[in-house]
């Protein structure tokens, strides 16, 4: 069975995540997207593409990546720096799904929280100092940290367990 990795990622986080699958499949077709890759897809028999999240949304070349795909087996995998709930994993998954042209079909997804700039989090404390009475803007500074440590090795593993199991894999 032909595995193709792959991601983007501009902070490394969900590069992690790809050479953890890499590491499994080790004759894997593996590569951080580019516009090379994309005017030559590889065939293969299951496409395991990764994406930050960016503005709610996966990265625009993994967008185009996705809109050109046709009957592929898919696993999508991300990391996003939000992401408390199972709620707001489902409402990405559903939103970058959405690009696949209707002939694919995704076969598992894995979504993990990624650590953000410490930009992001002085950027926070700035404004609680400006905006004292604001809640949402604690819940997003408890965010911040608890996305610190991701993705851990924990993460790494139940990627793992989850394409295996997905994919019946023993
Ligand atoms: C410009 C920018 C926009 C981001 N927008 C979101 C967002 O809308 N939602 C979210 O959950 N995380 C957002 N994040 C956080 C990233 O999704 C998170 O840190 C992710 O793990 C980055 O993955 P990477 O290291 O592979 O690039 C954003 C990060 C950056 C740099």
Not at 43 to 69: F, S, V, W
């Amino acid at each position: 069975m032909k595995n193709i990795i792959i991601y983007d990622s501009l902070t490394g986080n969900t590069e992690e995540l790809a050479k953890v699958i890499k590491e499994e499949f080790m004759d894997a077709y593996y590569a951080k997207i580019n516009d090379t890759l994309m005017e030559n897809i590889p065939e293969g028999d299951i496409y395991y593409i990764g994406t930050p999240i960016i503005k709610g949304m996966c990265t625009e070349k993994i967008k185009r990546l996705l809109e050109k795909l046709e009957n592929k087996k898919i696993f999508l995998f991300a990391t996003a720096g939000f992401g408390g709930s199972q709620e707001y994993f489902n409402t990405l998954k559903e939103r970058i799904i959405d690009l696949l042209p209707k002939s694919n079909q995704v076969v598992g997804t894995f979504f993990c929280q990624g650590k953000m700039k410490e930009q992001v989090k002085a950027r926070y404390l700035q404004l609680i100092t400006e905006h004292p009475e604001d809640k949402n803007l604690q819940v997003s500074l408890k965010n911040f940290e608890q996305a610190k440590s991701h993705p851990d090795e924990k993460d790494k593993k139940r990627l793992i367990e989850e394409i295996k199991n997905k994919l019946d894999i023993k």
